[in-house]
């Protein structure tokens, strides 16, 4: 499985739409693929409280499209709006028609909507920022993320996801601001992102879960990474007879290390 950089990312965003695949319906497979997996994981969702944190670009774009489906397939969702989107927004349309209730948190004197939510959730969907923020973290951003960090003190704290990655992480390098999240499952567009593996991303991504959005897998040819997945190990190490021993497996390289360093290479 290929992984991604920010730069990778978006050049294969932009192939796609020289396709004929333009970003409304990579946002529109996103959202699908992201409440399907949440239902897997969470199991049955009637009537199960789901609080979706909504931020200002495609990212949050993604989150409306989840709170959609999720909200059609019986979920009971709140959807918290951390900055106001575009009045043509057609996925706040489509979300508010339903009759979803919407919290601006511009309007949330002391979070106290927030707070409220976070005391009685089953669920809370980090869809604040994705691959295209790495600045700090600062004012209603880092206070909901403080918030959310904060519940779980006097009852059993909400499952925590996040959308393509943790906001406040960086996808290339793996750095987090303080008020990144450590989520339980990190459900991720398309393709993994290196700073899910890296530094602190190793820590607070969860779970790790890639969901296919539609980028056809032949855009993806020049992407340098590939991530070794247990489906791959097993598809090229032979079979183990039960008779067999160490010379009947095969040989396998290691690149590791150097001869100075040559811990990573034993292992």
Known sequence: MKVVTIDEMRRLEE????????????????GKAVAVQVQDILG???????????????NGGDGLVTARFLHDRGASIL???????????????????????????????????????????????????????????????????????????????????????????????GNADAACPYVDDTITLGFPKVGLYNAAGAERAGRITTVDIGIPSELA???????????????????????????????VMVIAGSERYTGAAYL
């Not at 992407?223 to 095969?250: C, H, M, Q, Y």
Request: aromatic letters at 4%; one cysteine or more.
């Open 15 to 30: 192939a796609c739409a020289g396709i004929g695949l333009p970003p409304g319906v990579l946002m529109e497979n996103a």
């Open 221 to 251: 040819g020049e992407v340098k990474l590939d991530l070794i997945t247990d489906e791959w190990v097993r598809s090229v190490l032979p079979p183990r007879p039960a008779l067999a021993n160490k010379g009947s497996f095969g040989k």
């Open 79 to 173: 959807v918290y709006l951390l900055k106001k989107r575009p009045d043509d927004d057609p996925n706040l349309k489509l979300v508010r028609e339903r009759g979803i209730t919407c919290i601006d948190a511009a309007q949330d004197t002391g979070l106290a909507s927030l707070t409220e939510a976070l005391s009685s959730t089953d669920a809370v969907i980090d869809a604040i920022f994705g691959t295209g923020r790495s600045r700090p973290l600062k004012g209603i951003f880092r206070e909901t993320l403080e918030a959310v960090q904060r519940t779980g003190k006097n009852r059993p704290k909400p499952h925590l996801f996040a959308v393509d990655l943790p906001s406040g992480l960086d996808a290339d390098s």
């Open 44 to 58: 049955a969702i009637r009537d199960r409280r789901i609080l979706l944190l909504i931020g200002p670009g495609n």
